[in-house]
DNA sequence: TATAACGTGTAGTATAAGCTATAATTGTTG
DNA sequence: CAACAATTATAGCTTATACTACACGTTATA
């Protein structure tokens, strides 16, 4: 495969990328504001994303129309057993991009912050290499 | 600062990031066929980033209006100043991401790909991190 | 130099993601 | 139980990013 045909499909693999991320955000606060409150509202939802409520509602819609939510008008919203289960996945992953950036140095708020985007465009390979160095002796 | 603040914080820094992102890759990409081929032609970044060129045209006027590249219409694209001092931080943030990532056992393929998004949402701190990491001793 | 090939621009469309403002519903409380 | 506060929904707008189809310039070559 030449050179430029693979930058082209690596940026390509970026923007989808971006379309999944959304959704995994979505799915992994539901996930958490149930688990920890009971129930997931559209309004905790927006405030824990710093959005409008109204932009949450859209996007629970397109949530719903891809099966990853079901919501009842006026009422919260649940996740759908697909729903949950990429929930499951995205905390786990989430959990070990923090985990080693904190094992490489990086403080908890930084760490956090960054791992808020990059769990997104980690594959399983890299990720397996995080778990690795979480689980090696410490660094430095 | 309360939990749901930090991570509402977080997701907003997210978000800035996907609207710089764009124009990172533009301008590293732009920089890099002008530094090997001697110019950046519309056709070319359309082919590298594997999207349609009407979508490079617009893009890249969004760029000239934010001051970042220079084109004049049938002409090539340049990089301002701006552009250019973007493309180089872009460059060596970009390189230190793919090493960090083959140091700790990533292959090159999966390194470039995973690269391509993670390069956006790494700070100073975890960058200093990679970079302290990649000169360290062998791993493993 | 005429024309074909290539590159660039424009028009028009779609979707996602965001916003404000306003309406409708629900739930709480006086 | 009526009124009010909180929540949810809708309408209407904006911008960014993509696409296809078509028009226009430039460049190369026959
Ligand atoms: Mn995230
Ligand atoms: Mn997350
Ligand atoms: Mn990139
Ligand atoms: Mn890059």
């Known amino acids: 495969m030449p050179d430029a045909d693979r930058q082209a499909a690596n940026f390509q693999r970026v923007r989808e ?3 999944t991320e959304l959704a995994e955000d979505y799915v992994e606060l ?3 504001l149930i688990d920890s409150t009971g129930e997931a509202r559209a309004t905790d939802v927006a405030r824990r994303l710093g959005v409008a409520h109204p932009t949450v509602v859209k996007a629970i ?13 006026y009422r919260s919203i649940f996740l759908t057993e697909t729903g949950r289960a990429m929930a499951e ?30 769990e997104h465009h980690v594959s399983e390979m890299t990720l397996a290499a995080f778990e690795r160095l979480i689980r090696s002796k410490p660094l430095g």
Chains 1, 2 share one sequence.
């Open 89 to 118: 996945r995205c905390k786990r992953r989430h959990e070990i991009v923090v985990g080693f950036l904190r094992k490489i140095g990086v403080d908890e708020e930084t760490a956090e912050r960054d791992a808020e985007g990059i």
């Open 61 to 73: 819609g397109r949530l719903q129309r891809d099966g990853l939510v079901e919501s009842l008008p």
């Open 17 to 19: 990328a971006h379309q």
């Open 30 to 32: 539901i996930a958490d």
